[in-house]
């Protein structure tokens, strides 16, 4: 018996790679997350940036309770299973009136993952939809294997190699995610998508989480992630703790080894050393 998702819905998932909208809070819930997100960037300066968007579930106690959000799990629960680690989390964030954009990719392309079970929960913190740029798929894509991507490391791309499918795709099938704050999409590590830039007065804010059953393997490094729900008894990736204050210094240092140990893995093979290195500009690139 599924937790939060009806069975049409699994079915969609399995089938096309994506299923949406599913709310797991209120839409005042969702803003006050953008807001707290907002309260620190104006005591710190400005946006988000670099290693910052990666992981800010280590670094930020209202994130730690998100990845853990009870109706975010059942929902990777009806997928997935009962064990689920939560493997990073990305913002992505498109500042208003801003030409940032996501290339055509599949997430899988550089992660290291052993097998194509990743799921990702994106939660909209903001309205996400046609006119803000939210994010298009391909309906099915997720079914084909890993599509052959080259880097572009295009200035305004969020990706973090700007990486992007390095054969046509087929846009005339792409369907757009709309969501409204507190809502989530779930989509594939396979499924191929992007978005477009966004030219509206206001930012659109999606927080990516993206899980794996425990079962889950990293092949191209040491790795860790947080436990979300029920038990680990493969040990692959190193456990995370738990945040009780924002920006603790000890977990600072500990989030700084572990985003730097995550970008030898995205970046491996390039010139890249750190998702602050000046060559992996621009510092809002999320994934
Ligand atoms: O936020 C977007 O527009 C794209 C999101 C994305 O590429 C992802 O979550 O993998």
Redesign the pocket.
């Known amino acids: 018996m599924p937790k939060i998702l009806s069975q049409s819905q699994i079915d969609q998932f399995w089938r096309e790679g994506c299923v949406y909208p599913v709310r797991v809070m209120s839409e005042a819930d969702a803003i006050e997350i953008r807001n707290r997100l907002e309260r620190f960037e104006a005591e710190s300066g400005g946006p988000l940036k670099g290693a910052l968007r990666h992981k800010s579930h280590l670094l930020f106690t209202w994130l730690a309770e998100l990845v853990r959000n009870d109706k975010i799990v059942d929902a990777i629960e009806d997928l997935y299973g009962p064990d689920l680690l939560c493997w990073t989390t990305n913002f992505?964030i498109k500042e208003a009136a801003n030409p940032a954009f996501?290339s055509w990719h599949q997430?899988s392309t550089y992660w290291g993952l052993d097998r194509p079970d990743v799921v990702?929960a994106?939660v909209a913190l903001t309205p996400s939809n046609k006119s803000n740029?939210a994010?298009d798929y391909i309906p099915g894509s997720h079914t084909k294997d890993q599509i052959p991507h080259r880097d572009t490391f295009a200035k305004n791309n969020l990706l973090t190699r700007g990486q992007e499918i390095a054969v046509e795709v087929d846009e005339s099938q792409a369907r757009t995610v709309d969501l409204r704050p507190g809502e989530i999409s779930l989509h594939h590590v396979r499924l191929v998508?992007g978005?477009a830039p966004n030219p509206t007065n206001d930012r659109r804010i999606?927080f990516?989480i993206r899980y794996v059953p425990t079962s889950v393997k990293q092949v191209a490094g040491e790795d860790s992630a947080t436990l979300v729900r029920g038990t680990d008894k493969f040990h692959h990736f190193e456990h995370e703790p738990r945040p009780t204050r924002d920006m603790d210094p000890e977990f600072l240092e500990l989030h700084r080894k572990i985003a730097d140990r995550n970008a030898q893995i995205l970046y491996r093979g390039t010139q890249v050393k750190s998702y602050d290195d000046p060559k992996a500009l621009p510092d809002d690139r999320a994934?």
């Open positions: 992505f996501v997430d990702t994106w740029g994010m998508h978005s999606g990516a994934a």
